[in-house]
């Protein structure tokens, strides 16, 4: 019926077409990404304007997933309203027909090879010259990517209509609408781009494989197959992600199936309406009206849908320590270092409890302090120290999979920053860890000059902590000049010292060695420093030329 040569060209077709859309998608996100977070963060205070805002980046960045992942970031990082959410997702179904309209409109109307091959060319070649230089480069992306979508078109149209010539049209006028349906579903699943499927529909309809109300119903498989594409991608998600996955596959399915039903009446009606000669431009004209009416649908009813969702997936989301990065992808980094950065104050709270815990000044109830409900729970000071541990564990994870993302300098430099107080944190919490048998024995110790010297240093810890504290609470850790601190510790060291051996020289200790003592005024200095170290990487991410950031 049809040679092997003819899979092969499609095949190689949808690969190219893919491959394309994926250089577009990945060439505008270099080129402007930031722009469209700002945005999507900036315009989408209301429900119409995360509509609007979902059909312009989508039309834009022609990727419908994209946008959904940008949108999913947001959420995770609590940037955005599900109810704004649930309108982006929206206006991307119905920026997803820009597509259509550009392939019907230049890849059957001009001839395909002539037109595609210059962009190939030009930009393979400014993309390989231009690597130094990264906007010429992605431009490159870009032109080679717009080129390679419209030869792959090509290849899917000469296959489809080769196929045609040898295929008994009849076969398929005898299938029921369901099987399309089903037909739309599966293939769209399978190559999780509802694009290519719409190019292969509308190349079958150019061959006259299939008739108007068949490509229709394709058009309503391929929009349902987005969905079970997305929501595989959300089982295990966190709630905000499944809710909003379910709410696309509720969007498109209902809209879905209420075209379907009708569809033969909605095509006579339509076109009894509209005098519209070219069959390609019926189906996109008809795919622009499903997806509209989609919008016009569910506009209203969105909060409702938001409260309904809501009470969906209520279960805790996945097991963790953090409170923001297990819910944001590393894949969208301006919003994964915010929430990175949204996780240090717990950070802080959680080593600043910890240090007074161990020392034993802290007097406080639970309830007072913020961001520990990864604390209260654990009764012993080694089972909290172990939850810091899991608490960095976590957060390195985290930022090593985002520095395998592409980062601007002030992306990279902000995030060391943070990394760098982290660190610090852990590091002044394991100081005093290490030392916890020590401060038993001063505590138990009727030594005075041993006392006396733990006094003055628990004295300097206290006020260190309670400055840190206010500060991070505040906002406000710049206006403090942790750095000098820092300086001042390590001179105080060797002061500390020297003020034990002197009062030695007249008291002689009883209950502890001098060695034990001095590891004592070493380590609680050690922690004092990497407590200010940690204030002062933390003031200077806060100072970074990272408005978006800092003012969250």
Do not use: C
């Not at 394309?20 to 080129?31: K, S």
């Not at 076969?171 to 369901?178: K, N, R, T």
Request: no cysteine.
């Amino acid at each position: 019926m049809f040679e092997m040569a003819d899979i092969w060209l499609l095949a190689a077709g949808l690969g190219m077409f893919l491959f394309g859309m994926h250089q577009l998608e990945h060439a505008l996100t270099e080129l402007g990404g930031a722009s469209f977070r700002k945005m999507l963060r900036s315009f989408t205070k209301t429900t119409w304007k995360g509509i609007l805002v979902g059909v312009v980046m989508t039309a834009i960045l022609q990727s419908s997933s994209l946008v959904t992942l940008l949108v999913l970031a947001f959420l995770g990082a609590r940037m955005l309203r599900l109810r704004n959410a649930l309108g982006v997702i929206l206006g991307a179904n119905l920026g997803t027909v820009v597509t259509a309209w550009l392939v019907v409109l230049l890849g059957f109307s001009v001839p395909i090879r002539d037109f595609a091959l210059p962009f190939v060319g030009l930009g393979s070649l400014v993309f390989l010259f231009a690597s130094n230089r990264p906007n010429l480069k992605y431009t490159g992306a870009f032109i080679f990517g717009f080129g390679l979508l419209f030869l792959g078109l090509d290849f899917m149209k000469e296959s489809i209509e080769d196929v045609a010539a040898s295929f008994d049209i009849r076969v398929l006028s005898d299938l029921g609408l369901w099987v399309f349906l089903l037909t739309g579903i599966i293939v769209t699943t399978i190559i999780q781009s509802s694009s290519a499927m719409i190019v292969i529909i509308l190349s079958s309809l150019n061959a006259g494989l299939i008739d108007l109300v068949q490509g229709s119903v394709l058009v309503i498989g391929a929009n349902i197959g987005t969905t079970v594409t997305v929501g595989i991608g959300a089982i295990n998600g966190v709630s905000d992600k499944r809710r909003l996955a379910l709410a696309h596959f509720i969007f498109n399915v209902v809209t879905g199936l209420l075209f379907f039903v009708f569809i033969r009446q909605v095509v006579e009606g339509v076109f009894s309406l509209i005098e519209i000669e070219e069959v390609l431009i019926k189906l996109v004209v008809l795919s622009t009206l499903i997806k509209f009416t989609g919008v016009l649908l569910f506009y209203p009813l969105i909060g409702t849908l938001e409260k309904w969702l809501i009470k969906r997936f209520t279960k805790s989301d996945s097991a963790g320590a953090t409170q923001y990065v297990k819910n944001v992808s590393p894949d969208v980094p301006e919003v994964a270092i915010q929430a990175i950065e949204k996780e240090m104050p717990g950070v802080f709270a959680s080593s600043l409890r910890y240090i007074e815990m161990v020392l034993g000044v802290d007097k406080r109830s639970e309830a007072s302090l913020p961001y520990l409900s990864l604390l209260k729970s654990v009764p012993d000071t080694d089972a909290r120290y172990d939850d810091l541990k899991r608490l960095e564990d976590e957060i390195t994870e985290y930022s090593l999979a985002l520095q395998g993302r592409t980062l601007t300098d002030i992306e990279a430099n902000h995030l060391d920053r943070l990394m760098q107080s982290l660190r610090s944190l852990t590091y002044a919490a394991k100081e005093v860890r290490d030392i916890q048998h020590n401060i038993k024995q001063i505590r138990q110790s009727n030594d005075k000059v041993a006392t006396a010297l733990f006094a003055d240093l628990v004295q300097e810890m206290s006020v260190l902590i309670k400055d840190l504290r206010d500060a991070v609470g505040s906002n406000q850790l710049s206006a403090m000049s942790f750095y000098a601190r820092k300086e001042r510790f390590a001179q105080l060291y060797p002061l500390h010292i020297q003020s034990l051996y002197q009062h030695l020289k007249d008291k002689p200790l009883k209950d502890l060695s001098v060695s034990s003592l001095t590891n004592v005024v070493r380590k609680m200095n050690s922690s004092m420093q990497y407590l200010a170290e940690a204030g002062d990487q933390m003031s200077l991410a806060q100072a970074d030329l990272f408005p978006e950031l800092a003012d969250s």
